[in-house]
Every structure is written in structure tokens, then in C-alpha cells.
């Protein structure tokens, strides 16, 4: 729905012009957009307050039928329970986002380094290649530490974007979660390296994406440097409760501005459809909070695709046909993924890059 697009821009990009005196002035309750902002759900913005609100923007000078989100989304997973499907979401969605024609760039923010070095076969160290802590640094610009991941075999694609882009890590940016550690100055300044990475990159890529540690010290920077975080989780019952606090903490952050980050909610994996105790917790979860229609079934071969250095679409057919067809709901999911996530934020094809 355009009109919320409109406003979650205004929310993020204008903060001086507060939605609150917007309503006002259309004389609207406050709270409904809000949460449709906090949400990215349209279902709280109805018509009739659609029709109330269009003219107040008008009055300010935006279009009411442009398109703001023109630039280049940033996008964290991050939930601080580890092995939840953070690192393998990344890399799928990218390559989703990828095989629909969006430019991605992913960023490995992870002291583990396990997007890098396991999903993406790729070592920093070894190799001499530069990675995100040298920018950090401040010892490489960030355009030398930009690496192509790899070009498709298969020939759909328009020639321009046969592969998607990343920024490594490796061990090496442990020091940078020990510095961390040492105090709030210190996560400040990373943070603002944080915002000016996302700068040089904003105008080149649709989707910036980043994987974080689940260290919350070490997530920190990235994720406030981020427009809109997801909360990957297996829906078990021991760490909903957890989960709840993170994107509780987002949203209390969101709302009191000082931080400009919305929760775009949970995105459930490894999900067993055919387990009661699954689709109860969904259900539960799914009534309060936001949540991803799409849940990533869970699948042994993912676990496979991790450690052979491969996304889930990139599986040869010889492949294809030995894994029996288990890798086709993998892809299914995270194909669907990808849709529902530009759906929500309001990216259209007008937009790739
Ligand atoms: N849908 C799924 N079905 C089955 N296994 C999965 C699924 N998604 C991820 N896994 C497996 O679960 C393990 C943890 O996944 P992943 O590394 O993506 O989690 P993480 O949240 O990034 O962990 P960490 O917090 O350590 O960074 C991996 O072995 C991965 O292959
Ligand atoms: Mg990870």
C-alpha cells in the first residue's frame, strides 16, 4: 500500500515531521499508524483514514503517488538464540532477491565469519583478501572490500548481474567484539563506520543485507545501522520467549526514536509443519506480533548446502535430481520469501538496479 510506504519514509528519512501532529491534523488516532508502521502492515491503515491522511502529506509537499523507497534497503537478521537459520537466511534471501533481478550485497558482520567461510566458501585470511574489519579499521575504503560472489551457471539472467556481492570477515573481527565489550563509546563509533559503509553502498545495491552475530554487544552496531531487522526462529517454545524480548527491545527503540529501526517480525524456521507443537507457537506468536506469512520448512539440505559452499537456488540439476527433490521446498520458501519481503516494503521492479 503506497500510502504506508509513504509514511514509514516519512517516519525514517523526515524526523522532524512527526506523525503524530500528521494524524492530528487529520484528524486521526495516532496509534493505528504507528503500529502499521512498526509493522510494515497495511492492515492497520484503513481507507477512510487513508483518505484523511493523503491531503496533511500533500499539505507538506510530498506526492502522495511517488515512490520514496528508491534507495537501497538495509536489511539485519539478527536473534541473539545462535543456530536459529540467521547465516542461511541471508545467503538464500540474497540469492532469491538476486534471481528476481535486485542487486545484493551481503555483509558478514559475524565474528564467526560462518557466511563467509562455510555458506559462501570464502577466506579472507588465507587468501589476503580484505574484509569488513579493515574498513572498520579504517585501513581499506569500502569499495576494496567488496568481493563477487559467483557468477550463475545458468544463463536467466540479465548479463549485468550475474552475480551478488559481499564484504567477508573473518576471526580477525573478534577484536572488534572485544572492543565492544569495553564500552558504549566504543559500540557508538562502530555504528557510525557501520552508517558510513551503508552510505557508499545505498545508491549501488537494492539490498543490503547483514548477518549478525548473536552476541547482542557485537550485533549491536549493525543492527541500529540497519532500516529493518528480521528475527529468524525456530519456533520452539524455550527461546520464543527470547525471541519476544528482541523484537520487544527493537520496537521500544523504534518507538522512543532513538533509534531508527523497524521490525519487520519473525521469521520462522526449520518449521515442522506436521508438528502440533510448531503450528501452536506460530499461532501464538502470530496473533501479537509481527510475522512473515512465508516459514522456511526445515529440510536436511540445508544443512548439506551449508558446508558444500551453495545456496539452495544454485544446485546443479545432477544435483537437483540426487537430493530427490528435498532441495524443492527449500527453494520454494525462500523464493516466496523474497516476494513477501518486497511486497511489504513496497519494492517494485521499477526500482532494481
Ligand atoms: N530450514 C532448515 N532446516 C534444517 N536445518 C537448517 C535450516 N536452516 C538452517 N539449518 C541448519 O541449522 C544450522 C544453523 O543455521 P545457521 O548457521 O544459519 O544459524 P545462525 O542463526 O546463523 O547461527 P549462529 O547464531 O551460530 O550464527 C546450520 O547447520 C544450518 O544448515
Ligand atoms: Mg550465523
Redesign the pocket.
Known sequence: MKILNLLTWLSKEKRNLNIRGICEQAGIPHQNVNSAINSLDSKFISAETAQKIIPVIEKFGFDTNANYFGKGTVLS?Y?N??????????INIGASLHRQGYKVILIDT?P?A??TQ??LDIRPRKEGLNELVDILNDEVPVEEAIYQVYEFEEDELNEKYQHFDIIPSSTKNRALSKALVSGTSAISSVRCIYEKVIYHLRDKYDFIIL????EELTAEPALYASDYVIV?M?PNKMDASKAVNVIQTINDANRSKKENVACLGFLF???KKETKLHGNIIHDLEASFPTFNTV????????????AGVDVFRYVEEELNKSNGTIVP?RE?YKALAEELILKLGKNGAEKK
Open positions: 537478521l536473534n538464540k545462535g543456530g536459529v537459520g540467521k547465516t542461511t537466511s541471508v559475524d564467526q560462518s557466511l562455510d555458506a548477518d549478525c552475530p548473536p529468524p525456530a524456521t526449520r518449521v522456511i520448512r526445515s529440510n536436511i539440505i540445508m544443512e548439506e548446502f551449508a558446508s527449500a520458501d
